[in-house]
């Protein structure tokens, strides 16, 4: 850790060195019809690495130009390359050079929409950075491309302080996990995917889709009060200009499959990632749709295709934008597995090692219309998403007081998610000081597990052994289906009033609205558990030879379904309604000083019925919350902005939480538990941001979050030692330091070519910590609740202390752009992270240090595009350990394998 450490504050110390300013050429860049400002526009001196690009309103400087007469050039999308010879710089003077530029071979129509469509790019982010009032962070497409992102979650890890956890498919912000997040595309909310989860699971979002993500960590009035980490909004593509046909196909291999001497998966699903199975509803006949035998299957390089077009329909007054795409990709994995349970005195309950072999795919369209006319837009979004997962684990070893000698684990699983989003927005010009914003989605998401296989054998030889029987549940068939339905509104006015500062066009904006969110879940499952009657030796392989109809009849096992001879479902069915009402006023009192004071009141009732093994009944509440939000801006100089946030927010538990439901794995076992409260979360930021140059940043954030009543995971201090949820102390608190860097280290532009040596830099360093008071958790659970903490103070679960992400990239450009090269490495540290909260004699579990190293490398060559990449590159064993008092024991490892692939593509 301490390397870790002096390494980023070399790394910080030298960037502070790079950033030598003066102003020598500085102008205006705008449209030559509209007469609006060009935003994001590249204007260099010829023959030299100096340049730069315009901001939002069309200015720029170029610092630095040597004494003497040169040539400016400034170029754009769209637009003929405009020069001006002859301009004398002076020594200590600055020249002032304006362009008027146009249109090449686009209609200027659409060059104006351009501008907008270039929110895809770093720079034009970091520029609306610069210009908000709250604090936001965001990462564009093209950076994705560039850094070789593939999903919104891999994307979101990129921004500072923002992690992914081994194992688990939430986001943790600042130290704050899943519960305390949320998640909305196009600024309404998504529902989730996954009954372990709150928020749906951003891998399904391919960045095929993405225009960019702004992830806010502070709150303001307009977002839904749910969170304490951060609200995650991924911007859906709008196409803009040229009409287009672009088709990709990409392919790679990971380099685990070459430890594999066969590779298996369970029978039943097919390589798309549609299928379902449906349970039986007789427990007289064995007649399920899979069966148990693994089968070997023929390993593909993985295979990625897509396709994508665009095109504008053009009226009188007002166009009509359409843009779609699909695409199919699928992946092989293959790794080593450790999987150990461990009591306080070290010895070992559970000691299991073998292969895990995964096979994935994901399916993803999306088509989009964007009307606009006379300053007013209407967007309709329709997205489908369609993901599944084969898993087969094979471990051997020891089970304690089950399988303790030559004990074999089988489970063969097959998950699968489909999610349908369809949005309705608009933005409308009421007049030069009104406009109103609305908004309207219908959301399904369904989440399948059909027929999840898992065996527990003993004794025997390697090939043969006997059924474990000292449960009927070691050997069983698991069914689970999950249907979230959703409906959200979001509606907004602005007025805005007084004469503006300088430049801007208003003194005040007064903002009032309404969210609403509807939301139901229905979730059942099913476990048909085979108790076995007459055991014998059986092939592993061949499991069919004895789970079948021949030997049901003639009774060698029974089939169960919760120790009941008939078909039970356990199932709960939940139901939450948000109805909100917010007001902000934005007031500037100066050109340099705003204020952003929000309000929000928010009513929301929560109810869950159940109906289980444990028991049936129904938990609810209601509660109405006010949460006032405060943003300052001041800025210092052009270039500097020194803000300040803080707000509250609540978080509220989750679905799964709440019921009394066992969800079983193979080390472990959780339920849920009714009696968990809200938590008040109070947050606060203060941030100072520099921009030397329109695509450059240098800012440092202090942050501050203080909750009450937190919500944690724990294990239950019961026979069965169940991880349970419950408010598990009075206080948690998060705090820490952000670091960012975007720096161009070196470029050189000629006339219809350049070159450019860029990197950015970021890093995060946070102390948390909770109350864990066992005495509270069992007064308010009436007793049914308890837990053995060793500790009366931990660090909050999912929590890294240090985060640090940094890149590298070099690009090349000629002909004006139509050719290019790219390359990027890019690496990514996290140190070791809280997994589980020890209890008894227990030590904590901990997720080891993780370093990730990428390679990406991108070209372009008039219309075809040729892509490679390598991703983690150093492969590292992916460990946790349990931390017990005499020494730190390995409890689970396994590795990724290094990833290779590559791409093709052509643009019509």
Known sequence: MTKQVLLVLLLTLSSFGLYAQKGSITGNVKDGKTGEALIGASVYVDGTTLGTVTDFDGNYTIPNVPVGTVTVKCSFISYETSSKENVNVAEDNSAVVDFVMGESTVALEDVKVVAKANRESEVVLLLDQKKSVGIKQS???????????????????????????????????????????????????????????????????????????????????QLYGDFAGANVNVVSKIHNGDSFLKIGLKTGYNSSLSDADNFYLGDGPGMLGFDNFDYQDNLDIYDFETNWNP?????????????????????????????????????????????????????????????????????????????????????????????????????????????????????????RNTVLVNQLLGEQKLNPKMNLNWGIAYNTVKNIIPDRRHNTMENGTDTEKFFATNDQANNNRYFHNLKEDEIAANISWDYKFGEGFEDANYKGKLTVGYNGKFKNRSFESTQFNHKIISNQLTDINNIDSYFNNENLQNGLFDLKVLSSNFIILSTYDGEQIINAGF???????????????????????????????????????????????????????????????????????????TAPFIFEGITDVSIGNPYIEPSTNYNTELKWEYFPKPSELLSVAIFGKYITNPINRFV????????????????????????????????????????????????????????????????????????????????????????????????????????????????????????????????????????????????????????????????????????????????KSYKKGIKFSLGLSYTF
């Open 139 to 221: 990462i564009g497409a093209q950076e994705l491309a560039t850094q070789g992102v593939s999903d919104a979650a891999a994307a979101a890890t990129k921004i500072t302080g923002v992690s992914k956890q081994n194992d688990t498919k939430g986001l943790n912000v600042r130290g704050l996990g899943d519960r305390y997040n949320t998640t909305t595309l196009n600024g309404l909310p998504l529902p989730s995917n996954n009954a372990e989860f709150k928020n749906i699971d951003l891998e399904l979002f391919s960045t095929d889709i993405i225009e960019f993500i702004d992830i806010e960590k502070v709150p303001n009035s």
């Open 295 to 415: 089968e070997d299957k023929t390993v593909y390089p993985f295979t990625d295709i897509s396709v994508s077009a665009g095109n504008t329909f053009e009226f009188e007054n007002s166009k009509l934008n359409t843009f779609a795409t699909i695409s199919f990709d699928n992946e092989y994995q293959y790794s080593n597995l450790l999987q150990r349970q461990i009591n306080g005195s070290d010895f070992f309950r559970k000691d299991l090692s073998g292969e895990q072999y995964k096979y994935m795919t994901q399916t993803t369209g999306m088509l989009n219309f964007n009307y606009n006319w006379n300053s007013n837009n209407i967007y309709l979004n329709s997205i489908f998403l369609n993901t599944s997962e084969q898993s087969l684990k094979n471990l051997r070893g020891f089970i304690f007081d089950l399988a303790e000698e030559g004990g074999f684990v089988r489970r063969s699983e097959y998950e």
């Open 583 to 657: 007001a902000n006023l934005e007031y500037n009192f100066s050109s340099r000083f705003v204020a952003l004071l929000g309000v929000r009141a928010e009513n929301v009732f929560q109810e869950i019925k159940y109906n289980t093994v444990l028991g049936e009944g129904k938990e609810d509440f209601t509660e109405l919350k006010v949460l006032p939000s405060l943003s300052l801006k001041y800025s210092l100089t052009e270039k500097t902005n020194l803000r300040f946030a803080s707000g509250i927010t609540y978080t509220l538990p989750q679905f799964k939480e």
């Open 716 to 891: 239950r201090a019961s026979a069965g030692n169940e991880f349970t949820f419950g408010n598990t102390g009075d206080w948690a608190y998060v705090f820490g330091l952000e670091f960012e860097t975007k720096k161009n280290i070196w470029t050189k532009s000629r006339e219809n070519s350049s070159k450019k040596l860029y990197a950015s830099f970021n890093f995060t360093v946070m102390d948390t910590k909770q109350e864990l008071d066992a005495e509270k958790l069992k007064e308010e659970t009436e007793g049914r609740y308890t837990a053995n903490f060793n500790k009366e103070e931990e660090d909050l679960q999912g929590s890294a202390s240090f985060i640090a992400n940094t890149n590298l990239n070099y690009k090349y450009s000629w002909k004006d752009g139509q050719n290019s090269i790219t390359s990027s490495l890019v690496y990514r540290y996290e140190s070791e992270r809280m997994y589980l909260i020890g209890y008894s004699s227990l030590g904590n579990q901990v997720d080891d240090e993780v370093h990730n190293l990428d390679f990406v490398l991108k070209s372009k060559f008039n219309k075809w595009g040729l892509n490679f990449s390598a991703k983690n590159l150093l492969d590292q064993d992916i460990e946790r350990f349990q931390k017990n008092e005499t020494q730190d024991w390995l409890v």
